[in-house]
């Protein structure tokens, strides 16, 4: 297979040994220990996403897995991170960055950490989920039928008139 990358090949010998990877996003996808932890991507010239400019390119760098829950974590120690505007789950580092090679370096050393924070399970899909036939079904609840209020009040303020 025709590698789809050519400046950022590099970066795969940082990687833990007994990564996957696959094609994706017109890059490579890296997955250790079945989590989704590195997308790099050589797509140059796009700087805008439906309709909004960005001060970067968009594919053109190493895109990090992270749940949105918990990237401030990543933000308070990294602050050279960028939220990739295609995903909320993604972080960035475009290649441009005057510093691109030392940060990439610091990211893989979180990789290599096996922090719990990075990267994102790989989804798996049985033939039970796949088909909504099969997914047990819930029984919907009977519905509570409510009586009028109104005899209800009137019973309840005949008592209050006869105690009084």
Known sequence: MESVLDNLLWVEELL??????VPKHGGMAYYVDMKLVLILVERRGLYEHKGVSYPFELWNGAIFPVLKKAQNAFFLKYLFLENHPVNKDWLYIPADNED?????KQMMREISRANPLLGLPIKMEGPAQTSKEAAPRKKAAAKKVRASKKSENAYF???AKKKN
């Open 100 to 104: 691109f090679e030392d940060q990439i």
């Open 157 to 159: 303020l005949n008592i």
């Open 16 to 21: 833990p040994p007994g990564f996957d990877c």
